[in-house]
């Protein structure tokens, strides 16, 4: 059974830096896309970045220049990398890993809280 489980999240100053990390389990297979999603109080979850297989990497236009997103394939890892935090990038972030054939696996999610 494949699990995806955060670690990294807390209370951080705006304008510091944090680190959230993901590690998968279970799975036999190796994921294509892995990536960050996140979701404030009252809003929709929306993507924050991904990273293929590859290496190629996406962001969202709130996060870029701010925000670095890495992976680890021989661990199935990936990580995103938060500096000059805001305080709207306070939100649950939850990873996300794609199989091969499109099965979306989801996390539980890790709290970012910025204090203004």
């Known amino acids: 059974q494949v699990q995806l489980v955060e670690s990294g999240g807390g209370l951080v100053q705006a304008g510091r830096s944090l680190r959230v990390s993901c590690a998968a389990s279970?799975?036999?297979?190796?994921?294509?896309?892995m990536g960050w999603y996140r979701q404030a109080p009252g809003q929709q979850r929306e993507l924050v970045a991904d990273?293929?297989?590859?290496?190629?990497?996406n962001y969202a236009d709130s996060v870029k220049g701010r925000f670095t997103i890495s992976r680890d394939n021989a661990k199935n890892t990936v990580y995103l990398q938060m500096n000059s935090l805001k305080f709207e990038d306070t939100a649950v972030y939850y990873c996300?890993?794609?199989?091969?054939?499109?099965?979306?696996?989801w996390g539980k999610g890790t709290l970012v809280t910025v204090s203004s």
């Open positions: 990273i293929t297989r590859g290496g190629i990497t």
């Open positions: 279970g799975s036999a297979f190796g994921f294509s896309t």
């Open positions: 996300n890993a794609k199989a091969p054939w499109g099965t979306d696996y």
